[in-house]
């Protein structure tokens, strides 16, 4: 029991990180089905199209292994760029392969998805080849703040980074929706997108508003996971594209707290079921739990109060 | 009378083409095949090992070919995936001009086209794929240049105990046909040697994530951690964060892991000492294989090893086709009954090449690699004592 124990700590970081990743992603998917009622499978491509913006910001900006600048302007830098490449594409999508199908059948509106996501796949695939992109990271943080102890759990910058940034982002979101009038707006329209036309929203705007939101936050993610993983490939966005729409699915698809609490939910189960099974059983302990929390809440955790939808 | 001829015409061109056993002039052309997964996260060692079988294509070439006729290798796809490995072994076997193919370099798919490629004699030289079965079960198209992992499996133990001194291993693995049965050989080796304080868990390549399984490692607290995955990305992966989680056992990672630009620099520091088995010993001692090296490093990147087997791989099938075709005309069972015939071939690798009755590597060997600063030192050779 004890080998257990030693290592409850050490995995919760793990699995904080992960899930705040997955989180990041699952809010993208859960803001377009909210207001659209459609499943973007090309969200998964938006996060890795996140994450070679990252590595390209920070290839350009590394000579011999060194930055050229301070390492928090270029992480800041790798973040904001990504962000708005991943919005811009976002943007790009729904304007050209969703718009003009949103009168059409739930079902077309989702197998453009999925031309979209094996479009953009093979684009990146065409331009930036199949190898794997190493980030070289550590001209970014000084050898004595790489990683620090608290008992025997180890703490590496990057994770406290990724926890941080994931955090600062959600909750810059939470305060959007609830405070600011573009937020009412995205709240009404999410109810009931006729009746909001009808009260003179611009929902054309508002959808372009979410995926430009959605979108930013997976490229957010992309380089996150770049940051802290240290590698990103054309086919990376499949996998973290599942994860993010399970851990939304099981938050309540169409809630964005429930987005965040079905991500964090998703990476601590992992880690944790690591802990005490065979790690060949991480991927179905993740997906029993999925499947338990459908049959006993088959909205999801946090998907029951419509009004909160969004 | 139309109709007559029509079935005469049908018949002569249904028996010219399948019926007589592939059997064709050599002036129709000759093409080679190079099965592999030119996509994804194994892209750089294949494109290396098409890349130096290419090599060995130009270099037959400029010497006029096989009875004066060009020699064109065709690429075959199968981005890690068997289905598609299954499309290419199709395609290939389709492919009336073809007599061999270099390939597949990864066990899975070996195994998923073994039938397809047999049925049509279709020779087929892997430099990779060193699942043991693969040669057990009877076909007689199936060579490999490089050991079976049983005697890799063996050779790593002893490594482990002999050189690394271990007590106490921690065996991570993909779950793909070569890794477990790498993971399962090595164990039934340190079991043999006295060793069975061993933790075996499984990893998923291209997962960019295993540190919820190395805390689970960490906590076993080995004196080796054997990583066996496919690639060297996944490796490099592994090695940073085991660092990073503060795991002192010797990181002994395997044959994929030997890519200086996708392991050691990739790890930014964290491979330094780190160990890497492989089946090709350090090409750059090799005087014989100079030449090739040059033109290899010349135009393409700086080689990792998976190169230099294929290159000699390739020349063994041309010159196995060059004897078939000395009568003018070549079928595919004559490339494979030549290439089974090979003894004593001395190309590059150091080693004379012989195939064992069931297309197995006669003698195999394993070297052991350590990183020190930018490169990989050979430190040790087993060979199964």
Redesign the interface.
């Known amino acids: 029991m004890d ?2 124990l ?2 409850l700590p ?2 919760l970081v ?2 904080l990180t ?1 899930g705040g990743v997955y989180a990041l992603i699952a809010i993208g998917y859960t803001m377009v089905y909210g207001i659209l009622g459609m499943l973007n499978f090309a969200h998964g491509e938006i996060y890795m199209i996140g994450g070679f913006t990252g590595w390209w910001v920070l290839h350009l900006l590394t000579r011999n292994n060194q930055v050229i600048m301070s390492a928090g302007l270029v992480i800041s830098l790798m973040i904001v760029l990504a962000m708005g490449v991943t919005g811009f594409v976002g943007i790009m999508t729904e304007r050209f392969a969703y718009r003009p199908l949103r009168n059409a059948p739930r079902m077309n509106l989702l197998l453009s998805a999925l031309g979209v996501s094996i479009f953009l796949q093979n684009l990146v ?1 065409t331009y930036q ?4 992109r ?1 980030f ?3 001209s970014l943080i000084p050898e004595n703040i790489r ?1 620090f ?1 608290i008992g025997s759990t ?1 703490f ?1 910058f990057m994770r406290v980074l990724v926890i941080a940034v994931t955090f600062l982002l959600m909750g810059l979101l939470t305060i959007m929706i609830k405070k600011t009038k573009v937020g009412k707006a995205m709240r009404a329209t999410a109810q009931d997108i006729e009746a909001a036309a009808f009260m003179g929203i611009d929902v054309d705007r508002i959808v372009v508003v979410v995926f430009l939101i959605g979108s930013a936050l997976g490229g957010a993610a992309g380089v996150l ?1 770049g940051l ?4 990103v ?1 054309y ?2 966005g499949f ?1 973290a594209g599942l994860k993010g729409f399970t851990a939304a699915v099981v938050g309540g698809i169409g809630s964005i707290q429930g987005a965040m609490v079905g991500g964090i939910l998703l990476g601590l189960t ?2 944790l079921a ?2 005490f099974l ?3 059983y ?2 179905v302990v993740a997906f029993v739990i999925l499947i338990a929390v459908l049959i006993i809440r088959p909205r999801g955790l946090m998907g029951e109060k419509i009004q909160e939808k969004v | 009378m139309k109709k007559f001829l029509m079935i005469v015409l049908s018949l002569v061109l249904i028996f010219g083409v399948v019926g007589l056993g592939y059997s064709a002039d050599v002036k129709k052309g000759i093409h080679v095949g190079n099965a592999g997964a ?4 194994a ?2 060692p294949c494109m290396e090992i098409y890349n130096s079988a290419q090599i060995a294509v130009d270099e037959w070439n400029a010497k006029g070919g096989i009875k004066g006729v060009a020699i064109k290798q065709i690429m075959g796809d199968d981005a890690m995936d068997p289905a598609q490995g299954v499309n290419v072994a199709h395609k290939f076997v389709a492919d009336e001009l073809m007599y061999g193919v270099v390939g597949p370099p990864m066990s899975h798919i070996a195994q998923a086209t073994l039938k397809i490629y047999g049925a049509a004699d279709m020779a087929c030289i892997t430099t990779a794929a060193s699942k043991p079965d693969l040669t057990e079960q009877g076909y007689k198209h199936f060579f490999r240049v490089n050991a079976r992992n049983d005697a890799h499996g063996w050779n790593c133990a002893l490594f482990m105990k002999k050189i690394l001194n271990a007590q106490r291993v921690a065996i991570l693995n993909e ?1 793909t046909a070569y890794n477990v049965n790498m993971a399962k050989e090595t164990i039934a080796g340190l079991n043999k040697l006295g060793i069975t304080d061993i933790m075996q ?4 390549g ?4 295993y ?3 190395l ?2 490692v ?3 607290n080995p004196d080796v951690l054997f990583f066996v995955a496919t ?1 060297a ?1 996944d490796s ?2 592994g090695v ?1 964060q085991a660092k ?3 795991i002192k056992a010797i990181y002994f990672g395997t044959e994929g892991a030997r890519d200086k630009k ?1 392991f050691i ?2 790890a ?2 964290a491979a330094e000492g780190a160990y890497v088995y492989h089946f090709a010993p350090d090409i750059y001692s090799i005087s014989e294989a100079d030449d090739y090296v040059k033109k290899y490093e010349s135009t393409y990147e700086v080689l990792s090893g998976f190169g230099p087997p294929a290159y000699e791989a390739m020349n063994i099938l041309l010159t196995a086709i060059d004897k078939a075709a000395a009568d003018g005309d070549i079928s595919r069972k004559e490339v494979a009954q030549y290439l089974q015939k090979t003894e004593n071939y001395r190309g590059i690798l150091g080693f004379p090449v012989s195939f064992d009755a069931k297309g197995d590597l006669k003698g195999g060997a394993t070297y052991f690699f350590q990183v020190v600063g930018d490169d990989f030192k050979q430190v040790a050779v087993m060979t199964g004592k």
């Open positions: 080998i257990y030693q290592q050490q995995q793990n699995g992960l695939l080849g199949a190898k794997v190493a070289h990271i550590t990683v102890h180890v590496s996971v802290l993983f240290t590698q490939d086919y990376v996998q992992e880690s690591v802990t065979p790690s060949a991480k991927d | 030119f996509t994804g996260d892209a750089a779950k868990e499984t990893i998923v291209g997962a960019k994530d540190s919820a399984v805390t689970k960490k906590a076993f690639t990305p490099a992966i940073r990073e989680l503060g996708d620099q990739a930014e520091g």
